[in-house]
């Protein structure tokens, strides 16, 4: 693959039959290690919906990106999202806006089949741009009850949370990376 192929030749399109092998050694690859590429081989067999889009080149995958369900553990009206996580590019392939295509992407296809709050822990100067806003200020958090500023929400419609509060539950899986 050559590094001067321009945006318009990048396809991102739902997983396919046969990617599940090409999706793990482009996590592998993109991450310092192997855990999420072994979460989203673990995730696969447990998961629905399973929203899990590829960037391709030609009919190679470059990119990918998966949204899970989570809870959102509300004491008075528990309610589920989607979460986001995790999105890898292939090395080579970064920084040409592949990553935000896959957000994009991502988010509309969530919107599309009818998820409308949406969750990512992540790096904290790249998801504000796709309208993700910190969770702790909205009473939601990861893990532990307190500020991270790494981990967002978006609302895809006005309102979609409803005001709801509360640790927001990944599958289990994701305790395990
Ligand atoms: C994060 C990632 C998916 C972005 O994909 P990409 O195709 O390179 O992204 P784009 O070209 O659309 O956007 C590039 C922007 O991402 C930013 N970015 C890339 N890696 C980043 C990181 N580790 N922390 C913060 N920002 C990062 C770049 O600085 C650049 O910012 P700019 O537009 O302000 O210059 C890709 O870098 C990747 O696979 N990284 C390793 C895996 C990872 O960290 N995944 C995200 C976990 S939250």
């Given at each position: 693959m050559r590094r001067s192929e321009s945006i318009a030749e990048i396809k991102i399109i739902p997983e396919r039959p046969g990617d599940a092998e090409s999706i793990y050694a482009v996590n592998a690859s993109a991450f310092a290690t192997h855990g999420e590429a072994e979460l989203v081989a673990k995730l696969r067999c447990d998961v629905t919906p399973w929203i899990s889009l590829v960037a391709t080149v030609d009919t190679d995958v470059v990119g990918h990106i998966l949204f899970t369900p989570v809870d959102?553990?509300?004491?008075?009206r528990p309610g589920t999202a989607i979460a986001l996580a995790p999105v890898a590019v292939l090395p080579e392939h970064q920084n040409r806006g592949i990553g935000s295509a896959l957000v994009r992407k991502g988010l509309s296809n969530c919107e599309a089949t009818g998820e409308h709050v949406v969750f990512v822990l992540g790096h904290t100067n790249y998801y504000?741009?796709?309208?993700f806003e910190p969770a702790w200020p909205r009473g939601l958090y990861f893990n532990t009850p307190e500020p991270n500023p790494a981990f967002f929400v978006l609302e895809l419609?006005?309102?979609?949370?409803?005001g709801r509060r509360g640790e927001v539950r990944y599958h289990r899986h994701f305790y395990d990376v």
């Open positions: 959102i553990q509300d004491d008075e504000p741009r796709f309208g419609q006005p309102a979609a949370l409803g």
